[in-house]
């Protein structure tokens, strides 16, 4: 079945310029994840999103970043007036999320991600 | 003191060889636990959940001890292909998510 996709698969920038990343969950997943990674690190939470409540958004590094999820499925990332430090590799995550119940048995699925270079 | 602490490796190991990963966990809340690969550039895939009881796939068992607060993972027979960073991941939410990723250990199988 369709898994999480991400656009682009690669972006390469000027810094200064504003960007966008695009994720669409597996369909039908409440919960939606942004991370990114930088070369040779581990995964850095940015915000998430679950159903209509309030996303958390207490991984953006900074107000240049925000995102949007619009419906209940698409996402968009944006991070305004680049800089180098945030080129790396942006992953979308999506997971069934709540449904009413904990979520003991939650589990995610991640997008191939987006390679963001700022030069 | 981070959520999720894994060492990082790496560990080089032969073909046919048995090796064995542990990750701690700080929260003693932590609700669920998963164990996820990555291959090089590219992305997360989950290995498997892990149960309180220990659960097995084939080659690959993982372990919780909920006392100790960790959580291993064992391979045995090694592949080429199980070369990889292996990620700890642990779930703290319960009414929502709260996952919190290991730096992840790398491991590579050697001919």
């Known amino acids: 079945g369709a898994g999480v996709s991400q656009s682009p698969s690669n972006k390469v920038t000027e810094k200064g310029k504003d960007v966008e990343l695009r994720c669409d969950p597996i369909?039908?997943?409440?919960?939606l994840y942004w991370y990114r990674q930088s070369l040779g690190q581990g995964l850095e939470f940015l915000i998430y999103f679950q159903g209509n409540s309030a996303p958390d958004k207490s991984g953006l590094p900074s107000d240049r970043f925000s995102a949007e999820r619009t419906g209940g499925s698409v996402s968009t990332l944006t991070i305004q007036r680049t800089q180098q430090e945030d080129s790396a590799v942006y992953l979308c995550?999506?997971?069934?999320?709540?449904?009413?119940?904990?979520?003991?048995?939650?589990?995610?699925?991640f997008g191939p991600g987006t390679r963001l270079t700022v030069l | 003191r981070k959520e999720v602490e894994q060492d990082p490796g790496p560990f080089n190991v032969p073909e046919g060889a048995t090796v064995a990963f542990n990750c701690t966990y700080s929260n003693s809340a932590s609700q669920s636990f998963f164990w996820y690969r990555q291959d090089c550039r590219k992305e997360p895939k989950l290995l498997m959940s892990?149960?309180?009881s220990g659960n097995e796939d084939g080659r690959f068992t993982a372990q919780l001890n909920r006392a100790s607060q960790y959580i291993s993972l064992l391979i045995r027979d090694s592949k080429l292909s199980d070369s990889a960073t292996y990620l700890c991941?642990?779930?703290?939410?319960?009414?929502?998510?709260?996952?919190?990723f290991g730096t992840g250990t790398s491991l590579t199988v050697i001919p």
């Open positions: 892990v149960y309180s």
């Open positions: 991941v642990v779930n703290i939410g319960v009414w929502g998510n709260q996952f919190y």
């Open positions: 995550a999506s997971s069934a999320g709540l449904a009413g119940g904990p979520v003991s048995t939650d589990t995610q699925y």
């Open positions: 369909s039908g997943h409440t919960a």
